[in-house]
């Protein structure tokens, strides 16, 4: 059974940064689109930023552009989404999500996803 397996989570201060990662096992499983979504304490889950691996395009889906990267999934399908200056307000679990084969254009609905990952959580200080 495929499962989606994330790391890099953890406490940072206001203004660190952190990697999550996201890896398929077995890494065989091809990954044709990964989206990252958070859901902070009371609050209901919400895309962050998707992408594309062929041709690879990256899509952000909060004001933090600016502060957060995804990068293409590489030749191992791990995709990565990189926190820059984190604030406070972005304590919350994040889960990467996955799909084989034909992607939807919607990757920033929940539903486009068969695969989801476990969540790492993440933890801001001011």
């Known amino acids: 059974q495929v499962q989606l397996v994330e790391s890099g989570g953890g406490s940072v201060e206001a203004g660190g940064s952190l990697r999550l990662s996201c890896a398929p096992s077995p890494v065989s499983f091809t990954v044709a689109c990964m989206g990252w979504f958070r859901q902070a304490p009371g609050k209901p889950r919400e895309a962050v930023a998707a992408?594309?691996?062929?041709?690879?395009?990256?899509f952000y889906y909060t004001r933090k552009e600016g502060r957060f990267t995804v990068s293409r999934v590489n030749n191992t399908n791990t995709g990565y989404l990189q926190l820059n200056n984190v604030e406070p307000e972005d304590t919350a679990k994040y889960y990467c999500?996955?799909?084989?084969?034909?992607?939807?254009?919607?990757?920033?609905?929940?539903?486009?996803?068969?695969?989801w990952g476990q969540g790492t959580q993440v933890t801001v200080s001011s």
């Open positions: 992408v594309y691996t062929d041709p690879p395009r990256q």
């Open positions: 999500a996955a799909e084989a084969g034909w992607c939807s254009y919607r990757l920033n609905q929940e539903d486009s996803y068969s695969l």
